[in-house]
């Protein structure tokens, strides 16, 4: 049974989740799903990690990530990482894989990645993977789909980064897939799933994410047509 764990932010009005726990539930019925940070009121049926998050900040998804490397995971120690926005288009048949698009140099030419907390913790993740030997530099964020985890070589890389600001994913992806680490590797590239623009239909595919702008105009729409009934994860 696969068990995916959901970063969520505090607030109780979070569409987006509640149309991913629709979309898991019709497209992968059997899995565990597991809700670290904040669970809103609404969510029923899952296991909680609780994370106290007074501050809004990018910091957060680390501080979470930390506490789940610490908690006893229902289904053992693999989990798939989820972004609230993240929406299953067809059933699922096996496990999501590890996907890159493009390299970490790539990533920094874009213009929120220049500079900021993402430019700054895009270089910090550089610096650790030359120190650590790793040689390639490929680029696990900025792809927006489900990732595969293995909790203790988390829980190692975390720990090698202490508390500098890292992009946590490019990090971990990196780490297992120069040195052959399993359970999912090596790693495959792919394109970015995230919808940043209306669009009239989604496109085809296993996955999508979607920007704010995409969400409020269209693609909300599109995915309530899809997922109209409550999960039993809604009260």
Not at 19 to 26: D, F, K, T, V
Not at 149 to 157: A, F, K, R, Y
Request: charged share 25%.
């Amino acid at each position: 049974m696969t068990q995916f764990v959901y970063l969520v932010r505090p607030g109780e009005a979070n569409r987006q989740l509640k149309y991913s726990l629709r979309s898991l539930e019709r497209n992968a019925a059997d899995s565990e799903i597991i809700i670290a940070g904040y669970k809103p009121r609404w969510v029923k049926g899952v296991e909680h990690i609780p994370v106290p998050q007074p501050v809004q900040h990018h910091r957060n998804q680390v501080k979470i990530l930390k506490e789940v490397v610490k908690a006893e995971l229902p289904r053992g120690e693999n989990f798939i990482l989820m972004n609230d926005d993240f929406f299953a288009l067809q059933p699922i048949k096996s496990e999501p894989e590890l996907i890159y698009s493009g390299t970490l140099d790539d990533l920094a030419e874009r213009p929120a990645w220049r500079s900021g907390f993402y430019g700054e913790s895009l270089e910090n993740t550089k610096n650790i993977l030359y120190r650590k030997g790793i040689q390639s530099n490929l680029a696990f964020d900025g792809v927006h789909r489900p990732m595969p985890l293995n909790q203790v070589v988390l829980g190692e890389v975390l720990k090698a980064a202490g508390d500098t600001d890292v992009q946590h994913r490019s990090l971990y992806g990196n780490v297992v897939h120069e040195r052959g680490l399993a359970p999912w590797t090596p790693a495959t590239e792919g394109s970015d799933a995230k919808i940043r623009v209306p669009r009239k239909r989604l496109p085809d595919g296993d996955w999508i994410s979607s920007s704010r702008l995409a969400w409020g105009s269209t693609v909300q729409r599109l995915i309530h047509a899809l997922y109209p009934n409550k999960s039993r994860y809604e009260v």
